[in-house]
């Protein structure tokens, strides 16, 4: 409880410091709006249904990308791991392709996939299948062999092993993985949704504050908000690692 | 004989947990005191007192001399493994020059045997060979008071016995002051010049002991000597060992009784 | 060298396989790495100010943008891991901000510093931060209790307890960040080259589309891979070295 209040005077702290930052002739007002204008434009931003419409639009966004990642990443992960012929033979394609950053690809994804959601949903599930990936590759690399000796011994098949004892134990790390796909999905996403104009969404709401009516708090609003989501997702994700892989 | 280190009514409680309570001693200048009470009995928190790793909760510790070393048990940790060994040697030499730094890492590492691994890292020696550097480290600080907790208890049998021949030999030739921490009656009464004999907790002390033997001693035959098996049953006996356990009041104060009794006689 | 053999055989087949395809296939989306290849000579070799003009300046922003991250992170780091009071007050904070996804704040920063140089930086280092500062943190509370009582009964002074105990003891866990951080690098450098400059990899990569030439994209996509493996295989030869100390060498192809 102590250190709830610390961490609470942590943030009142900061907050200060940027009101008075924001409030100072150091820094010009229209650029940096304090706190106390950025939460009320929040408080009427959150009961306004376009704002609300753009988060669930992120959010949606967010969530089909992070499935579809877990979809692709898992299995190949699993491949990759147990099977370490192909692992080799890939290792150097897939040395190639992680460091390619996802916002490069925005250009080409757009020619190729126009200004709808399927753009920024196959950027951020490319950002997202690596952490999962090396997450998976790198479970398998720490099973313990006397498990999968044990099961073995009792009969069960190469499949058997992979889902009976490869997965559960691969699980921890796998969740983590996700959750760092998470957040660095939410960057593309938002990132995207920034740059590339599409027509709805956090980040398209950010683009338009600004170059529109240069309205910086609603700026800071958006960013806020993509703060809290990016929060959420990371809290959500570990708690849930926590609760169900006790082992 | 000056006093290097006074300990006068010293006492420490963790929460309200008393792990040692009301202890007073005197280290005499160029003596070997070890320390040996049961284990959990509050001998490592004396050390800490002493070196000033944690205050005190009462008493007062006074040190003759600024500088003050400590061996302790885990010398895979207490090694720095980014450091080769002669760079461990030289840790608390930082603030003498380089050229003084070097000689002085080089005549501790040749005290211990260890010239020819100033360049190695701590990790690739054995634990013995460790826990020489260890010490090496702190006759290089050139200490007034050299602390051991426990300093050979995590080697073997053998490299134990050279480890305190080494021990011996070592502060006989620098003349250092050295408190030992152990458990080992038979280290104590092996090493010590004094035994300080402590109860379970909270520590006190329950007699204070001098060593009836020749200063140079032989693993071989001050083991077998007969003042070497008496003093070292006599101490088994104060610690309680295959005893049932009593209140620890009463019986330190049975034992103290007891002592002087034998002492006068 | 079988395993040399085996996984530049896989890549240089696929590569092979594309350039067949793109052949045959002939579509504009997909253009065969011998055309890709060229192009690139075309823009970056043959024309050197575009080489100077926009590579350079891009690897020198991403380079200092992570190098001033790093230091700050890593100091800052250091302090609030060795103290857990601070700890308890930054947290939260920490957290929320590490949430923010960097590019929200680009406007911001495009006002603050106005469009160029600082604004980029500004940009890189608060997105590439954050790895290195939570992993100093973590590192520098990793300083076992030994090594700590014994710093302490030999009185060293301060900069060699910051210097010479918790920043090597925390160097295996600051490296992990720095390489993450490295990579982030790369990408919020192509981010803030997409706003408001007139030069970069980013902004040519930009240009390129506008102009529909699919060529000069893959090119730009293919130096920025190129790119982010040679930088991350030089750090981790610093790392090999810097972390040589270690007992047992670490699995390094886990990021
Ligand atoms: N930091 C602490 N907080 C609370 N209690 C402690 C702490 N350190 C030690 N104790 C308790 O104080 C008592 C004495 O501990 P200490 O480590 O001094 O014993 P010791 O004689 O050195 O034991 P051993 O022979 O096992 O080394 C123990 O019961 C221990 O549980
Ligand atoms: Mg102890």
């Known amino acids: 409880m102590r250190a709830f209040t610390r961490g609470l005077l942590g943030i009142a702290g900061f907050l200060v410091l940027w009101e008075l930052l924001g409030r100072s002739p150091l820094i010009p007002a229209h650029a940096l709006p304090p706190p106390s204008v950025v939460f009320g434009e929040l408080v009427t931003q959150l009961t306004s249904p376009e704002f609300i419409g753009h988060v669930v639009a992120t959010v949606l966004a967010l969530l089909i990308a992070i499935v579809i990642a877990i979809a692709i990443a898992v299995p190949s992960g699993l491949v990759l791991g147990s099977v370490p012929a192909v692992r080799h033979a890939t290792r150097a394609v897939v040395e190639f392709l992680r460091p390619i950053p996802s916002v490069a690809l925005i250009p080409l994804a757009l020619v190729m996939l126009g200004f709808g959601p399927e753009t920024k949903i196959t950027l951020a599930v490319y950002a997202a299948l690596w952490p999962i990936l090396f997450n998976t590759i790198y479970a398998l690399d720490e099973l313990d062999p006397l498990l999968v000796d044990t099961a073995r011994v009792f009969g069960t098949g190469r499949l058997g092993v992979l889902f009976l004892v490869a997965l559960p134990s691969a699980l921890p790390f796998v969740l983590t993985g996700i959750r760092l796909a998470a957040t660095t999905a939410l960057i593309v996403m938002v990132s995207v949704e920034l740059m590339a104009g599409s027509q709805i969404g956090l980040g398209y709401f950010i683009m338009e504050a600004r170059s529109g009516p240069g309205r910086m708090d609603q700026v800071l609003v958006g960013t806020v908000v993509a703060g809290a989501i990016g929060v959420l997702l990371n809290n959500g994700l570990e708690r849930v690692r926590r609760r169900w892989v006790a082992w | ?265 | 060298m079988t395993k040399f053999l085996q996984r530049w055989t896989v890549f240089a087949g696929l590569v092979a396989v594309w350039q067949l395809l793109g052949w045959f296939a002939d579509d504009p989306f997909f253009p065969p790495p011998s055309k890709i290849v060229s192009a690139a000579w075309d823009w970056w070799v043959l024309e050197p100010e575009n080489f100077t003009g926009h590579v350079v300046p891009s690897v020198v922003r991403l380079l200092s943008g992570w190098v001033i991250a790093s230091v700050l992170g890593v100091s800052l780091g250091l302090l609030l891991g060795r103290s857990d009071r601070a700890m308890e007050y930054a947290g939260p904070l920490l957290v929320f901000l590490r949430s923010i996804p960097p590019p929200a704040l680009v406007p911001v920063f495009l006002l603050l510093f106005k469009a160029g140089t600082s604004m980029q930086l500004a940009t890189i280092v608060f997105g590439v931060i954050w790895p290195v500062l939570l992993n100093s943190v973590d590192g520098a509370r990793s300083v076992d209790v030994t090594k700590v009582d014994t710093s302490a009964v030999f009185r060293i002074p301060r900069w060699q307890w910051v210097l010479g105990v918790v920043l090597p003891a925390a160097s295996p866990k600051i490296f992990a960040g720095l390489r993450v951080s490295l990579s982030l690098s790369l990408v919020l450098m192509v981010i803030s080259e997409l706003v408001g400059t007139d030069n970069g990899i980013g902004s040519q990569l930009m240009q390129a589309q506008r102009e529909f030439d699919y060529t000069r994209m893959w090119a730009g996509i293919v130096l920025l891979g190129v790119l982010g493996y040679g930088l991350n295989t030089a750090l981790l030869a610093v790392e090999r070295r810097a972390l040589a100390w270690q007992p047992r060498s670490r699995d390094e192809q886990h990021a």
């Not at chain 2, 005499?28 to 040996?36: H, I, K, N």
């Not at chain 2, 603030?95 to 701590?122: C, M, Q, T, Y």
């Not at chain 2, 054995?126 to 050139?142: D, E, N």
Request: proline share 5%; net charge negative.
């Open chain 2, 1 to 265: 004989m000056s006093n290097m280190l006074e300990v006068a009514d010293l006492g420490h409680t963790y929460g309200d947990y008393e792990a040692i309570g009301g202890l007073s001693f005197t280290v005499r200048a160029g003596e070997l005191v070890c320390v040996v009470g049961p284990s959990g009995c509050g001998k490592s928190t004396l050390l800490r007192t002493i070196s000033g790793l944690i205050e005190p909760s009462r008493g007062d510790v006074s040190l003759k001399g600024s500088h003050l070393a400590v061996v302790f048990q885990d010398y895979s940790r207490s090694l720095f493994p980014w450091l080769t060994v002669q760079g461990n040697v030289e840790f608390p030499l930082r603030s003498l020059p380089r050229a003084e730094r070097r000689v002085r890492a080089a005549e501790a590492l040749e005290w211990v045997g260890l010239s020819g691994a100033a360049r190695k890292r701590p990790w690739q020696l054995s634990g013995g060979m460790q826990q020489r550097v260890a010490i090496a480290r702190a006759l290089a600080y050139r200490p007034s008071l050299l602390l051991m907790d426990e300093p050979f208890a995590s080697v073997d049998a053998q490299t134990r016995f050279e480890l305190e021949d080494l021990l011996l030999r070592v502060r006989r030739e620098h003349d250092t002051t050295v408190l030992v921490v152990t458990h080992d009656i038979d280290e104590s009464v092996y090493l010590g010049d004094r035994i300080l004999v402590l109860s379970g907790s909270p520590a006190r002390l329950v007699a204070d002991l001098e060593v009836p033997l020749p200063a140079e001693r032989d693993q071989v035959t001050t083991r077998t000597d007969e003042g070497f098996v008496a003093l070292r049953s006599k101490v088994a006996r104060l610690l309680n060992v295959g005893k049932p356990s009593m209140d620890v009041e009463k019986w330190a104060e049975a034992e103290r009784e007891s002592l002087s009794e034998t002492v006068s006689s």
